[in-house]
């Protein structure tokens, strides 16, 4: 029960029903807070208990400050978790080892449930192994279930074992889709309350659902695991962007258009750990598909949430995906009354301003490995002949003017200014071809971005159907694959009978996942492959996906670029990044005349009619109308039972992790670290990409080795987002990334580094060092740059760090949620001095550290900063990067799972 200080509790009637709501306009100050705001504040007002949620908190909120820094700390309490499978999987096995845990100490296992809803769905675990022909899916379906049965049994235990906790079976659809087409409520109804639909996710790109008008982001599964168990999120009142759209898209221009746009300009401006929300009248002219895809890309330009208004279009979507009238109703009569409806002409208090025409945006793509490096179409040959260079051996800066200075044998191969190396390549069916450095060999509709927007995937299908016309397909070297977010996607290109074109150029259905967005882009054709690798041939891959960091698509592929779905097809169609798709033909038709982009590209009118006969309420009743039961291959899988889980000691997929091992009901004091080494010495913009692992496993590396060992065949291996449920796969895996450089094995990339507990301090594999580390009792560092903790797969870069040995991480600086995922791991995140460097401070790996003053923390208070010494005596004050008091309370316990058990056991 709130403790309702401000008289707040009131009554909403609509219709038949009636609701107890919380009224915002009972806090002095809220008419003018952003609707971001607004939403934490009812948050803040319905939980208020006196303690962690005081009186003084909602004063706060009610009279922030829009231009001071953070410093206000809140606890705001989701309404609901979502998740997917890779990071869902440990969530679970988690929650079913904290029960033996709480057991151990004596208390309830009953007590580790859900108390707020949650919901897992199966996305990310099919991978594109099969393509190009009509049983694609279904033999990528069977291949998901025969490698993924064991995690598959796990979640349906936990779906009858644990309360409120549901499973969207594989082969449905990508988790952001399912959630603003089915799961999102807008507004909550819960024991007889209606207030604001909130959630985290295990997922970065959670915040899709802020086009919906849902604050919620995606956070560590250690967190969402904490909240699950009603554990507030620990967090400061952000500032908040205001982002004012005006004028309305140009014919010929796509949502990825304009979310690439978005990206570039809000990183340039610098948005981390701010919310960004979306005002103003272009607001209003842009359908709720284009601002889900703006949603989506939060974390690309690095906000907390990217939010839109409740208006008249959010409740056209509502309606159109099934939703019920009474509940449309209800967003409707509740955004109204408090406050949360869209004004077009309002300008509410923001920190900070931007503005963008949408009439200016023009046809963009993002590459070679960073989602913000956009580059305007018509410039994609010249900028791909610049950036090419770096991926290629004697790329140089070199072009056609400079190279008559080389004698012949030493100029690097150049062709129009931009490195060749040619190779001919004889295909299964006896044909050959050419592969240059630029091919692109892999061309995927894929991802939660754009196959969500009926917009862009329409106008794939119609830029497909005019190529077949025209006699064109895809080049013979190019892995085309289609995953759709839902299955509403086939329904809809059905109906138009869109399908048959998709399939005829090479774009057939390869599942209802993320696919190659992920990394599960499966492998190479095996010829085209073996070019690649004999001859270092630096190709690429376009995506209509949100991630191209470098490693991520696929081990073949060096550069990664982001498209929209048509620019996806037409690159298939053209088959390397040297042809200028908006100058060049992208082939020739049945009678030798050349076919340009123009000629196959459709109409604004011509996708739009085809969006409003094919789509239809009645697709997304259908199916979504029975979405928890699964098809019968789900259903005949076996289900274990009873409260607690019965451990395999010979599974390879789902293990008993180590981290209530020797627990207490009091935490150990918190230690100084002395005589650290360095683990790893990392640049700028090192992701969780880079350091969780991801992708396929290789079988000469640690986790591969331990696989082999247990009897597993390689081709069996699968992806370590399908292990991991199994710590010790993942910890092989972590910092294993093929595209990470430690600077500590110079020469080296991926996962190596010196192991100076033997003579010399050879090249080792990191996993290797740090058993050889940890058998030796000497804690671990890890020195980075800037922007450290970007991207993905954040619960296991911190529970991986953790494994290792680390005990401290001293970077230039931070993305948010790694930061907080670190201490959520027992990893002390400590921040270089401003303007100091490892670098500058003359650090190169192979010092000896300490850390002294850490043990502030058993005052109970936070040092701002603490002495780091070394051997060498370099000396310098780290900030101490625990931001929040309750950061600093998971830090004392051990990290925030030990933290909520000895909770719920107090209880």
């Known amino acids: 029960m709130s403790a309702n200080s401000f008289d707040a509790r009131s009554t909403l009637q609509v219709g038949d029903e009636s609701y107890e709501i919380f009224r915002l306009d009972k806090v002095e100050g809220s008419a003018r807070l952003p609707y971001s705001l607004k939403v934490l504040l009812e948050n803040l007002l319905r939980t208020e208990d006196g303690a962690n949620i005081t009186a003084d908190h909602i004063r706060a909120l009610g009279g922030w400050d829009s231009q001071a820094q953070p410093s206000q700390e809140i606890q705001f309490t989701p309404a609901r978790v979502i998740m997917q499978d890779f990071t869902g999987v440990p969530c679970v096995v988690d929650l079913a080892t904290m029960r033996e845990a709480v057991k151990e100490l004596g208390g309830d296992a009953a007590k580790i449930n859900p108390l707020a809803p949650a919901e897992?769905?199966?996305?990310?675990?099919?991978?594109?192994?099969?393509?190009?022909?009509?049983?694609?899916?279904?033999?990528?379906?069977?291949?998901?279930?025969?490698?993924?049965?064991?995690?598959?049994?796990?979640?349906?235990?936990?779906?009858?074992?644990?309360?409120?906790?549901?499973?969207?079976p594989p082969g449905t659809g990508i988790v952001h889709q399912v959630n603003?087409?089915?799961?999102?409520?807008?507004?909550?109804?819960?024991?007889?309350?209606?207030?604001?639909?909130?959630?985290?996710?295990?997922?970065?790109?959670?915040?899709?659902?802020?086009?919906?008008?849902?604050?919620?982001?995606?956070?560590?599964?250690?967190?969402?695991?904490?909240?699950?168990?009603?554990?507030?999120?620990?967090?400061?009142?952000?500032?908040?962007v205001g982002?004012?759209?005006?004028?309305?898209?140009?014919?010929?221009?796509?949502?990825?258009?304009?979310?690439?746009?978005?990206?570039?300009?809000?990183?340039?401006?610098?948005?981390?750990?701010?919310?960004?929300?979306?005002?103003?009248?272009g607001v209003a002219a842009t359908s709720l598909a284009n601002r889900a895809t703006i949603g989506n890309m939060s974390p690309e330009f690095g906000s907390t949430a990217a939010i839109f208004p409740i208006d008249d279009e959010t409740l056209s979507y509502m309606r159109l995906t099934g939703r019920s009238e009474q509940q449309v109703a209800l967003v409707e009569a509740y955004a109204k009354e408090q406050g949360l409806w869209l004004d077009p002409k309002a300008e509410p208090d923001f920190?900070?301003?931007?503005?963008?025409?949408?009439?200016?945006?023009?046809?963009?793509?993002?590459?070679?490995?960073?989602?913000?490096?956009?580059?305007?179409?018509?410039?994609?040959?010249?900028?791909?002949?610049?950036?090419?260079?770096?991926?290629?051996?004697?790329?140089?800066?070199?072009?056609?003017?400079?190279?008559?200075?080389?004698p012949a044998s030493d100029a690097p191969a150049i062709s129009n200014g931009v490195p060749?190396?040619?190779?001919?390549?004889?295909?299964?069916?006896?044909?050959?071809?050419?592969?240059?450095?630029?091919?692109?060999?892999?061309?995927?509709?894929?991802?939660?971005t754009n196959t969500s927007n009926p917009y862009v995937m329409v106008a794939a299908a119609l830029v497909a159907k005019k190529a077949v016309e025209k006699g064109l397909t895809r080049k013979p070297w190019v892995k085309t694959t289609l995953a759709p977010g839902s299955k509403v996607v086939t329904d809809y290109f059905e109906k138009a009978g869109l399908t048959p074109y998709l399939d005829k150029v090479g774009f057939n259905l390869v599942g209802y996942g993320c696919t190659t967005c992920i990394g599960n882009s499966g492998p190479l054709p095996d010829e085209v492959s073996k070019a690649v690798n004999e001859h270092d041939l630096a190709v690429t891959s376009v995506l209509s996906g949100?991630?191209?960091?470098?490693?991520?698509?696929?081990?073949?592929?060096?550069?990664?670029?982001?498209?929209?779905?048509?620019?996806?097809?037409?690159?298939?169609?053209?088959?390397?990044?040297?042809?200028?798709?908006?100058?060049?033909?992208?082939?020739?038709?049945?009678?030798?005349?050349?076919?340009?982009?123009?000629?196959?590209?459709?109409?604004?009118?011509?996708?739009?009619?085809?969006?409003?006969?094919?789509?239809?309420?009645?697709?997304?009743?259908k199916s979504y109308s029975d979405v928890f039961a699964g098809?019968?291959?789900?259903?005949?899988?076996?289900?274990?039972?009873?409260?607690?889980?019965?451990?395999?000691g010979e599974s390879t997929y789902v293990r008993k992790p180590p981290y209530f091992e020797g627990m207490q009901m009091e935490p150990a004091p918190v230690e100084?670290?002395?005589?650290?080494?360095?683990?790893?010495?990392?640049?700028?913009?090192?992701?969780?990409?880079?350091?969780?692992?991801?992708?396929?496993?290789?079988?000469?590396?640690?986790?591969?080795?331990?696989?082999?060992?247990?009897?597993?065949?390689?081709?069996?291996?699968?992806?370590?987002?399908?292990?991991?449920?199994?710590?010790?796969?993942?910890?092989?895996?972590?910092?294993?990334?093929?595209?990470?450089?430690?600077?500590?094995?110079?020469?080296?990339?991926?996962?190596?580094?010196?192991?100076?507990?033997?003579?010399?301090?050879?090249?080792?594999?990191?996993?290797?060092?740090?058993?050889?580390?940890?058998?030796?009792?000497?804690?671990?560092?890890?020195?980075?740059?800037?922007?450290y903790g970007s991207g993905s797969s954040r619960d296991w870069a911190a529970k991986g760090t953790a494994l290792l040995g680390v005990k401290a991480v001293i970077a230039e600086s931070y993305e948010r949620i790694h930061r907080s995922n670190l201490i959520g791991m027992g990893v002390l995140p400590l921040q270089f001095p401003e303007g100091h460097t490892a670098e500058s401070l003359g650090l190169t790996g192979e010092e000896t550290f300490s850390v002294s003053g850490v043990t502030e923390l058993n005052d109970g208070t936070t040092p701002r900063t603490v002495k780091v010494t070394t051997d060498t005596g370099v000396e310098f004050d780290a900030v101490v990067r625990i931001d929040t008091p309750g950061e600093a309370d998971y830090y004392r316990n051990g990290g925030i799972l030990q933290y909520v058990l000895r909770s719920l056991i107090r209880k």
């Open 420 to 448: 060749s190396n040619p190779v001919e390549v004889t295909a299964p069916d006896g044909t050959t071809y050419t592969l240059d450095h630029g091919a692109v060999t892999v061309a995927a509709i894929t991802s939660c």
């Open 243 to 281: 982002f004012k759209l005006t004028g309305e898209l140009q014919p010929g221009t796509t949502a990825t258009d304009l979310v690439l746009t978005i990206t570039e300009m809000l990183r340039k401006h610098g948005v981390v750990g701010k919310f960004v929300e979306f005002y103003g009248e």
């Open 120 to 168: 897992l769905v199966i996305d990310h675990s099919v991978i594109a192994d099969k393509f190009g022909t009509n049983d694609a899916f279904k033999q990528n379906v069977e291949l998901e279930y025969g490698r993924n049965k064991e995690r598959y049994q796990f979640l349906r235990w936990g779906q009858t074992a644990f309360d409120e906790f549901k499973v969207v």
């Open 672 to 787: 100084d670290i002395t005589g650290a080494r360095v683990l790893a010495k990392l640049g700028d913009s090192v992701t969780t990409d880079h350091i969780s692992p991801a992708g396929a496993i290789k079988a000469d590396t640690p986790a591969g080795k331990y696989l082999t060992e247990h009897g597993i065949e390689r081709r069996d291996f699968n992806s370590y987002g399908s292990r991991r449920g199994n710590h010790e796969v993942m910890i092989r895996g972590t910092f294993a990334n093929i595209r990470l450089r430690n600077q500590i094995a110079p020469g080296t990339e991926g996962g190596y580094t010196r192991d100076f507990t033997q003579d010399g301090g050879p090249v080792s594999f990191i996993y290797d060092a740090s058993q050889n580390y940890q058998a030796a009792g000497v804690p671990l560092v890890v020195l980075a740059g800037k922007e």
């Open 631 to 648: 098809d019968a291959q789900w259903q005949a899988l076996p289900v274990p039972t009873g409260d607690t889980f019965e451990w395999d």
């Open 546 to 621: 949100n991630r191209n960091f470098e490693g991520r698509i696929n081990p073949d592929v060096k550069m990664n670029y982001l498209a929209s779905p048509p620019l996806v097809v037409a690159y298939a169609l053209a088959g390397s990044m040297k042809v200028d798709i908006t100058r060049e033909a992208l082939g020739y038709d049945q009678d030798n005349n050349p076919v340009f982009l123009k000629d196959i590209w459709p109409s604004e009118a011509e996708v739009n009619d085809v969006v409003a006969n094919a789509i239809g309420e009645d697709m997304f009743s």
């Open 180 to 240: 603003i087409e089915h799961l999102a409520r807008v507004v909550m109804t819960r024991d007889g309350k209606a207030y604001p639909d909130t959630l985290v996710g295990t997922d970065s790109h959670t915040t899709m659902v802020n086009g919906l008008g849902v604050l919620g982001w995606g956070v560590g599964g250690i967190e969402a695991e904490a909240a699950m168990l009603g554990q507030p999120v620990s967090m400061l009142i952000p500032r908040v």
């Open 351 to 406: 920190s900070e301003k931007l503005e963008l025409d949408l009439a200016t945006v023009v046809p963009s793509i993002a590459g070679p490995k960073r989602p913000q490096d956009r580059i305007v179409l018509a410039d994609a040959k010249s900028q791909f002949a610049q950036d090419v260079r770096n991926y290629v051996k004697d790329g140089g800066d070199v072009d056609e003017a400079a190279k008559e200075s080389f």
